[in-house]
Structures are given as structure tokens and as C-alpha cells.
């Protein structure tokens, strides 16, 4: 059972270049997430997903889509990576009640040059 | 909207002694969570708290919920290097499906 996976683990890219970062859970969750984490910021919600077909904003969306392909998968698109990007990103899921526990990705570590 | 402070933002103390951190809400929180992060790692949820005053126990961790449902506590007693990491606290925002975390506090135990 492996949880929630994120593809890739590693990512440099150079400043203007796009990217997706991958995301798929196999227990069955209704919802989805994606985080971004800063040293000395926490964990920021840039993306979520209620349900399959439903996406909303977090608190810090800008420079980022959101695809839901189906009730497994969730990715975070980069269509043009600055270096303000460069985080460690989360995914997550939860489900199916209202209010669960979050399950976590290993991250995914960008660096935008 | 809904904003949880977490205090302190670091803490070091050495192993055997006890640690506290502290959780805080602007709004009244439906429940809240716990997770702990090691470093390089990722956040693994701990407990949930639901009712108000609520105290919870995993061996050396002590969590509560406070009366008004606007803070929550995670006390360690007699800590060990294995507890060291950083302890976010989290609450669901009204719409039950975002969840608002705590910039969480770091702790270092010293053998």
C-alpha cells in the first residue's frame, strides 16, 4: 500500500520553463491537495480538491494550475517557473469524511533558477 | 479568514526535559489536528481533537483542546532525540475541506 506518491522527487528547472509536478494516492480519498513549504512559513495550501471534478484556490495560488484527472490523481502545473517557486511541495489526501486526518507525499524539492 | 499561531517558533532543550508548544485560532475550530515532521521528511499526522477540553495521551505526549475551542497544546514529557522535528497544529477552515496550518515549532534535543 503505498499512500500518496509524488513524481518527482528532485527538480531543477531555469526561470521561464514549465513543469508538472505529479501526484496519485491509492486509498481511495475524495480529496486532494497540494502544499507549498518555506523555511519558517509552514505548510501554505496553494490548491485543493474536494472531490473528483472540483478544484479550489488556496491561500497562495497564483502562479499555478491544478489538474483533478480522476479520483486517484491530482498534479500542480508550473506553466512559467520564477524563482519565488522554488519550495518543497506536498501533496495530500483525505477522505472520505469531512474534517480527516491528511495523508502526505514524500515532496517533491524544486529549485527555479 | 481563519488564522492558527503556533509559539514558540524554536526549541532546544535537553534530552529529559519537558517541551510545550502552544496553538492558537482567531475563529472557534471545528477540531484540530497534530502532526509532527522529521527533518527531510514529510508531516505525519499524530491526533485529532474534537470536544471542547478534550485531553488525549500517546505515551510521553499530552494533547488538549482547549474550553472555547480556540487553542490546543501538545506537551512532551522527558524528551528523547527521537522526538526531535518539527510540530504543526492545524485546523479545518469553515468549509471543512482546507486546512489551515500553524507555522509549527521546531524542536532540537541535546543528548
Known amino acids: 500500500n503505498a499512500g500518496v506518491t509524488q513524481t518527482p522527487k528532485f527538480q531543477v528547472l531555469k526561470t521561464g520553463q514549465s513543469m508538472t509536478l505529479q501526484c496519485a494516492q491509492d486509498?481511495?480519498?475524495?480529496?486532494m491537495y497540494w502544499y507549498r513549504q518555506d523555511p519558517g512559513m509552514g505548510l501554505r495550501l496553494i490548491y485543493y480538491?474536494?472531490?473528483?471534478?472540483?478544484?479550489d484556490k488556496g491561500e497562495v495560488p497564483n502562479g499555478y494550475n491544478v489538474s483533478r484527472l480522476n479520483k486517484r490523481e491530482f498534479s500542480l502545473r508550473l506553466e512559467s517557473a520564477a524563482p519565488s517557486q522554488t519550495s518543497v511541495y506536498f501533496c495530500?489526501?483525505?477522505?472520505?469524511?469531512?474534517?480527516?486526518?491528511?495523508?502526505f507525499g514524500d515532496g517533491t524539492r524544486l529549485s527555479i533558477l | 479568514g481563519q488564522q492558527v499561531m503556533q509559539i514558540p517558533q524554536y526549541q532546544h532543550v535537553q534530552e529529559g526535559e519537558d517541551f510545550t508548544t502552544y496553538c492558537n485560532s482567531s475563529t472557534t475550530l471545528s477540531n484540530i489536528q497534530w502532526y509532527k515532521q522529521r527533518p527531510g521528511g514529510h508531516p505525519v499526522f499524530l491526533i485529532q481533537?474534537?470536544?471542547?477540553?478534550e485531553v488525549k495521551k500517546q505515551k510521553r505526549l499530552t494533547f488538549q483542546f482547549g474550553e472555547a475551542k480556540k487553542n490546543s497544546s501538545l506537551h512532551i514529557t522527558a524528551t528523547q532525540t527521537t522526538d526531535v522535528g518539527t510540530y504543526f497544529c492545524?485546523?479545518?477552515?469553515?468549509?471543512?475541506?482546507?486546512?489551515?496550518f500553524g507555522k509549527g515549532t521546531s524542536l532540537l534535543v541535546t543528548p
Open positions: 481533537l474534537v470536544k471542547s477540553g
Open positions: 480538491s474536494a472531490s473528483e471534478g472540483t478544484t
Open positions: 495530500a489526501s483525505s477522505g472520505p469524511y469531512l474534517g480527516q486526518p491528511q495523508h
Open positions: 492545524a485546523g479545518y477552515s469553515n468549509s471543512g475541506y482546507a486546512l489551515n
Open positions: 486509498m481511495n480519498h475524495n480529496s
